[in-house]
């Protein structure tokens, strides 16, 4: 049983570049997110998914877009990515409050 | 979305029980109280989670007065391996906008 997997692990893109953060779960979940960690912070929302098909800005969703691209599918897009766009991006998938969140290991994103 | 307000950091040794205690004053009638452990360089893991009065697992208990508007996590007899942060979330169970705060830092000393 995978969990919630994401690719790549580890990138580094140049200030401008566009890449996909890909997230796939196993669980027949219907929420999935995406988050961010900064340094010594906490993790932020960007965006959020209910159901397939359904989308929702969080906190910080600012230079990002997102695909539920069917039930088990997440995307993360940064279109022209900046260095304040350098973090660690979590993808989890749960079932709302009354189930709880599993996450995947994380991207670790560099821009420069 | 209910406000948290969680202390920063925490310090314990190694046996001593640990209770972290998170504030939700705007806390709504549908809203449940989720907490979180984070390890380094690892996503949050799911502790624990209640609506009301107390709730215990394998691993940590919850405790939520009547009124709702604080809960304390609380675990037992600590060890160097739960050195960790722990986040309070509290949501809408109607509601999937699941937002982390700061999160308290726990630090176990031998």
């Known amino acids: 049983n995978a969990g919630v997997t994401q690719t790549p692990k580890f990138q580094v893109l140049k200030t401008g570049q566009s890449m996909t953060l890909q997230c796939a779960q196993d669980?027949?979940?219907?929420?999935m997110y995406w988050y961010r960690q900064d340094p010594g912070m906490g993790l932020r929302l960007i965006y959020y998914s209910a159901s397939e098909g359904t989308t929702d800005k969080g906190e910080v969703p600012n230079g990002y877009n997102v695909s539920r691209l069917n039930k088990r599918e997440f995307s993360l897009r940064l279109e022209s990515a900046a260095p304040s766009q350098t973090s660690v991006y979590f993808c989890?998938?749960?079932?709302?409050?009354?189930?709880?969140?599993?996450f995947g290991q994380g991207t670790r994103l560099t821009v420069v | 979305l209910a406000k948290t307000t969680q202390p920063i950091s925490m310090d314990s040794y190694e046996g001593q029980e640990v209770n972290i205690t998170c504030s939700h004053n705007?806390?709504?009638?549908?809203?449940?109280i989720t907490w979180y452990q984070q390890f380094p360089s690892q996503g949050p893991r799911f502790i624990i989670q209640g609506y009301k009065t107390k709730v215990t697992n394998e691993v940590a208990s919850l405790f939520i007065p009547a009124d709702r508007k604080s809960s304390t996590l609380s675990l037992p007899r600590v060890s160097l391996s739960d050195t960790a942060v722990y986040y309070c979330l509290v949501g809408d169970i109607n509601n999937n906008d699941m937002r982390f705060g700061a999160g308290t830092r726990l630090t176990v000393k031998p």
């Open positions: 705007n806390i709504a009638t549908n809203d449940y």
């Open positions: 669980m027949n979940h219907n929420s």
């Open positions: 989890a998938s749960g079932g709302a409050w009354d189930t709880e969140a599993f």
